[in-house]
């Protein structure tokens, strides 16, 4: 069965470094997602995303926080000055249409602590 | 996004049936009935929808009553690997909003 993997598993960094988190999608899907999820918590949708552009993004979602597609497979999460409050575990997914009538297909997710 | 009610937590024996209770009694006529589970470590996983009718696939069944204020995930044997964090989520256009979900045990 396809599915999306997400690289690093784990990535520590010193606050106020940016990292760079990597997702290859399903090859045939084609709106992706970020979604956090912080120890013990819920998971927080993040931002969407179709068509090479941002099509929705939550609060969360501020300007440390950057998405993009550089190559037509990866698709990347930026954070830019990252902050303790952001480790957290970060998962992409994916879908082959917007359609409420099919799920997402997520990644296991890459652990990020902030230190 | 309308809202979900489920319990905090839930336990089961091994190889016996579960029934994972929602209640959604605001729920507009276009929403449709998502349920995920995350295991332990893991991403979400994607389980069954419905709209109205009841469904089956080869990992669960989603009870949905007449009147759609409630459903039912039914999980017809349950294994040790059942044991997952288990959302029922209303979609109607957009995003997945996930709540605190139902902490499914199982006992061996």
């Known amino acids: 069965e396809p599915e999306v993997t997400q690289t690093p598993s784990h990535q520590v960094t010193q606050m106020g470094q940016e990292v760079i988190l990597r997702c290859v999608p399903i090859?045939?899907?084609?709106?992706f997602y970020w979604y956090r999820q912080i120890l013990g918590q819920k998971v927080e949708f993040l931002v969407s995303?179709?068509?090479?552009?941002?099509?929705?993004k939550s609060e969360i979602f501020d300007d440390q926080f950057s998405v993009e597609r550089p190559d037509g497979s990866n698709f990347t999460l930026k954070i830019r000055s990252t902050k303790l409050e952001d480790s957290a575990m970060y998962f992409c997914?994916?879908?082959?249409?917007?359609?409420?009538?099919?799920?997402?297909?997520f990644g296991s997710g890459t652990r990020l602590t902030v230190v | 996004d309308a809202k979900t009610t489920q319990p905090n937590s839930m336990e089961s024996n091994e190889e016996e049936p579960v029934h994972l209770p929602c209640n959604h009694s605001?729920?507009?006529?276009?929403?449709?009935i998502h349920w995920y589970r995350q295991l332990p470590s893991q991403g979400p996983e994607y389980v069954i929808h419905?709209?109205?009718s009841n469904v089956n696939n080869r990992m669960a069944s989603l009870a949905i009553a007449e009147d759609r204020k409630s459903s039912t995930l039914i999980l017809h044997r349950a294994t040790l690997r059942d044991a997952a964090v288990y959302y029922c989520?209303?979609?109607?256009?957009?995003?997945?909003?996930f709540g605190q979900g139902t902490e499914l045990s199982v006992k061996p």
């Open positions: 997914a994916g879908s082959g249409t917007g359609s409420v009538l099919y799920g997402y297909t």
């Open positions: 090859s045939n899907h084609l709106y």
């Open positions: 995303f179709y068509n090479n552009e941002i099509s929705e």
């Open positions: 605001t729920i507009s006529g276009t929403d449709y």
């Open positions: 419905g709209l109205t």
């Open positions: 989520i209303l979609r109607d256009v957009g995003k997945l909003i």
